[in-house]
């Protein structure tokens, strides 16, 4: 089969891992504990999601995070926010933008998903900032 | 009183619908709708969203732009996101960014709230290319 | 059968509908297009929603509408928000305490619910203001 | 290119679809009106969600059916719950089923919900009725 | 009084039970926690879920297991889902069925709220396991 | 600078929170957990939230935290929730009320949410008697 979308998608992956041990072990995480119950969607979040919708053109990596937090943060689902926060700090955005998005929400959203949200930034940055100092 | 909130937000506002006759006619039908009704609410769209929010260091317009866009896509709010999808052109984003942003979003919220997204989209687009070439 | 609640639940609507000709008939509308797809979600309307729930003790009528309206406002539900903002009213709600209510939300929901749920308050306020210089 | 996917996501549709004119002009209008802000998105409806999904094992044509139109009931996104009532009777449920899963979510989503997805069937219903007897 | 309803609710409740220690104990848990709280609604989910609306014709067990266990998938809310996880087992999905449901919501839902539900269908397969050989 | 509203929203949130040392430390511990991340939002609380919402005319305290409590419960925000029913409890609602606000909206957002809320109910109230007795 010569469909590359795979491996595409493995490499666009890495553009939002690497040098980013903590968050790289998370999606290896998710990707192991999808393996007994439902591996294709791991290979679907692979192909589908990195290989065909985040190497598109036209909007940044750090665009793409961009959007992908904010409609976390307005979903509530945390714990796949406390991933991209992570995706999206290896791709450049700065803690602040981060912050800044979330509280550009309350108006958008209300209070409490963004200090839902904010919470979880906490802890994201916190467990960062540990890691670089180790 | 010496609050300053209600004229920043409206200089902030200006920046988002100048040289925009059709998103700043929404705005003004928008305070124009709540005047008889919830005059205050108009208030503070004007003084917390766009007096306190808006003027914020950290994002440019544009990045508020995508923020909210991504947020009202999430949300499934349609009045709100036709009336930000044209603050968003206006603060620079291209169409081209608008339709990748939402196109992004379809892992995140699957296709409907995508599908129904980019009806509006093309339904602002249609209308400012009516009125460019006016 | 000696089960009473149909009969309990109609008295009960009654008082959230009776003087008020445009509500009545839009119940009964409901109850009418439900007649040949579903006719028994309408007499779980009236059996358990107003058989059951509204006729409890503890919160009154007023305080019911109230609390169903932040539910609907919430949701963007609009068709059922039209509705309940007319049994509110019915049951005691002014108009003043309805705006009151959606403009509680918008740190709790966002400004597009809120002001979604006012277009619809303005549009129920008109029809019966209408009614009533008829 | 080898890829399959896009070629057996069109079978898989035909099979959602056939006998249905309604419906197949619904889903081609889908793809036309995408055709000129995001063609490709019609593609991965194609691909992804009809060619990787769709085509899985596991699950009946009419379970699929099932299980999409109890989550569009859910989020209240009626243009795809109107499109996915016609596939999901071409895919074999009954007008009762489809009314009986809508009534099933009562106690899951509360009653708004439920009578909006029974106005959208009621009109799916009419339209095949007036085009059996056409 | 001769309303049947309670008593037929808790027989269809039975069905969905019986056989599944944990879950009728999850049940039953349920009802025990509502008794000092809100007794009622304890009556309600008997009387009016499982009284009235399991106990319908026209969709099998599984069915009705389908349906809810799609719109719990939808709306995120996790401690219901794993109940229902556990009655649709007992109602006669299997474990494939109920992992493919989850994976065709990929493209209504997103992927963070399939990848919540498998985390939650992983650990109800795993209790139900260790039941099995204990 | 001669802007009031945070020295009035501060006086508003002692309304709901005085003779509640459970739900005054619940706020500080709020406005220093976002202390170091975001100072600005736990402003935006006071200044808005309570500085220019709840200081309005129209709706008693305890009319505003029943519209509140049921937003809550319908976004299934159980963090904010928990505070809500403290400051709700302050201001005057009785726990009978709370109850039945709850219970109120079985049919309008299904039984998952209403549960959920009830268990948030039943800890603050516990805690509160444990205070009490303390």
Redesign the interface.
Known sequence: ???K?YEHGMEKLMEYTVKDRENASTHLK?AD??Q???P??AK??IE??YG???T????SNK??A???I????????E??LELHLNTGLTAGLTQ??I??????????????????A??V??KV?SIRAGEETA
Do not use: W
């Open positions: 089969m010569n469909d979308r998710i504990d999808l007994d119950i439902a294709d969607v679907y979040i589908f999601a065909n919708i985040y598109r053109d036209g909007l665009q793409r961009l959007v992908t904010s409609s976390l943060v307005t979903q509530g689902t714990p796949q602040k933008e912050v800044e998005a979330i509280t550009q929400l309350i108006p958008y959203t209300g209070f409490p998903r963004v200090l839902n904010l919470k930034a906490k940055f």
